[in-house]
């Protein structure tokens, strides 16, 4: 089946470490999009990706690296520069031209 | 700047009821709209959308009714039923090209039985 695939589901991360999340699609999509959510909060845009070897900043991109080096993989480092990283995230693709996304299924990191 | 806001962080109905849900957003440039279901530890699920050509659209027991006037979207779901507890977002495409989708805060739905 197609879809998108987020890991781990949970992370834990000392704090000064890096880590990353790891996304994978196997839709085809051209884009790719990661998403941070808080709790009570909507969903807001870290870094996208419209294309491979190409990604833009969104509005939180602060103490984030991506990298898309191949259309169906988007990681995403979240680094000792990211002062509150306890959070949900999410990945998501689309087709270009195309309207909604296809969600991942998340990964929850806490700093322990 | 763009904002996509709900009225009513919670709401709960009774099995069987019918909901409603609202939406208010700011951008009058905004040429497409969704509405995304998403259960507790899980990611967003496509509901339905809407064009800004159109001011209604029907799908499996939900309704997208869109007042462009007012800037205003709501989620009509027919027959409430207990799997439909969830939190509901509604998310804009501003335009401009990039299809980048601005979501709101979410409305929490709760059925009582």
């Known amino acids: 089946d197609g879809g998108i695939t987020q890991s781990p589901k949970y992370l834990f991360r000392k704090e000064g470490q890096n880590v990353t999340l790891s996304c994978e699609q196997n839709?085809?999509?051209?884009?790719m999009y990661w998403y941070r959510q808080d709790p009570g909060q909507g969903l807001r845009l870290i870094y996208y990706s419209q294309i491979v070897n190409d990604f833009q900043k969104g509005d939180i991109a602060e103490g984030y690296s991506v990298s898309r080096e191949k259309k169906e993989s988007f990681p995403l480092t979240v680094t000792s520069a990211q002062k509150n990283p306890t959070a949900f995230y999410l990945c998501?693709?689309?087709?270009?031209?195309?309207?909604?996304?296809?969600f991942g299924s998340g990964t929850r990191l806490t700093v322990v | 700047g763009e904002s996509v806001g709900l009225h009513l962080p919670t709401l709960s109905v009774q099995e069987g009821d019918n909901s409603i849900i609202n939406c208010a957003y700011s951008n009058s440039a905004s040429d497409y709209f969704i509405w995304y279901k998403q259960e507790s530890g899980k990611g967003p699920q496509f509901i339905i959308d809407?064009?800004?050509?159109?001011d209604k659209r029907q799908g499996q027991r939900v309704t997208v009714l869109l007042n462009k006037t007012v800037k205003h979207l709501s989620l009509q779901i027919a027959a409430t039923q207990p799997g439909d507890s969830a939190v509901y977002f509604c998310a804009e495409n501003g335009g401009g090209g990039e299809n980048k989708l601005t979501f709101g805060t979410g409305t929490q739905l709760k059925v009582e039985l």
């Open positions: 998501a693709s689309n087709q270009q031209g195309a309207g909604g996304y296809t």
């Open positions: 839709l085809n999509h051209d884009a």
């Open positions: 809407i064009r800004s050509n159109m």
